[in-house]
């Protein structure tokens, strides 16, 4: 005798609901309230702060930070999968590889990438692995690179650094600043290397209208670099370093000798490898692009305010800087 079907005690739209698969609600995709690029690690690196405040690092970038042949996020993870690296990789971070945060980015496709702190954890899982002899010889470049991004960060969070490339810094606490700074600096100067090229020194000449070229005592030609050139470089190169607040420390690492009123050190000797020299590099490239588009001086000091700004903050400061020195 077939079963007797017991009636349902509910209207038509109640039951169709019921036999139709839910999954909950669909998470809301959430949007990038902030971007920049990152200089680290000799690479410009995309950033982003999401409107929830998480930091991300696009997923190609991540590739790119570890200097990969391929960029893509496909040869990303075979990488970190493999038995040489993946061997230090934690099952907490394996997961989160696998599971990429996708973002809304204004004007264009949607972001796919990680966490900040992702790539931290990476870099020192593939420095784990070198220092383990697990990698390939292939792999030493990759090694050297996340070397640089963990020594980068060995001062500052890397969630201090996206906060300034994304100008998100404004809305974080009163000690920003500080730790900033903090990330260009190192605590003993590094052995010197060449910083400035020689056309840097040709094209200020150029545009102060001086001789290139001086002759020493010997009677061989050098380039000329008198001494206002130093107070150039300090004030358009390193001066705009966080409004001035890097070359303060600088100088103070590295005080005139009073013998000879000059510098035992270069100032630069005391930046940081993976982030302090990178921005000094980019600012040192855009001042030498306009002192070539210049005429004189004052055609540059023209470029330059309409390229940063009117310079009455920064000669205030160079001004009651130089009157306590």
Not at 293 to 311: A, H, Q, T
Request: glycine letters at 8%; hydrophobic letters at 40%.
């Amino acid at each position: 005798m077939p079963k007797e079907i017991e009636p349902i005690e509910a209207d038509f739209d109640d039951v169709a609901k019921a036999m139709l698969r839910s999954d909950g609600p669909k998470a809301k995709t959430p949007d990038a309230s902030h971007r920049g690029i990152l200089p680290i690690g000799g690479l410009q690196l995309e950033v982003y702060v999401l409107e929830d405040g998480r930091r991300v690092f696009a997923k190609r970038g991540m590739a790119r930070a570890l200097g990969l042949k391929s960029e893509g996020g496909n040869a990303f993870l075979k990488t970190l999968s493999g038995k040489k690296v993946g061997s230090e990789i934690s099952d907490e971070l394996r997961k989160n590889l696998e599971d990429p945060i996708v973002f809304n980015i204004a004007g264009a496709d949607p972001g796919h990438g990680y966490e900040a702190e992702v790539l931290v954890e990476v870099c020192k899982a593939v420095v784990r692995a070198a220092a383990a002899g697990k990698l390939l010889k292939s792999q030493n470049g990759m090694a050297a690179q996340a070397q640089a991004i963990v020594n980068a960060l060995a001062k500052v969070g890397i969630v201090a650094l996206i906060d300034e490339a994304t100008g998100y810094q404004t809305e974080r606490g009163p000690d920003a600043l500080r730790l900033l700074v903090q990330a260009y600096i190192e605590k003993e100067q590094r052995e010197w290397e060449k910083e400035f090229p020689d056309d840097f020194y040709l094209t200020l000449n150029k545009v102060y209208g001086s001789d290139p070229f001086i002759a020493r005592a010997s009677g061989a030609l050098v380039i000329n670099k008198p001494q206002h050139f130093g107070n150039f470089t300090n004030k358009y190169v390193y001066g705009p370093l966080e409004d001035g607040e890097v070359l303060k420390e600088l100088q103070r690492l590295n005080p005139k000798v009073a013998a000879t009123g000059s510098r035992k050190e270069k100032l630069h000797q005391f930046l940081t490898k993976g982030y302090g020299l990178e921005k000094l590099r980019e600012q040192r490239q855009e001042v030498l692009t306009m002192l070539k588009l210049s005429d004189d001086i004052d055609d540059f000091k023209r470029l330059y305010e309409k390229r940063f700004g009117p310079m009455d903050a920064q000669w205030t400061f160079f001004a009651e800087f130089h009157k306590g020195r």
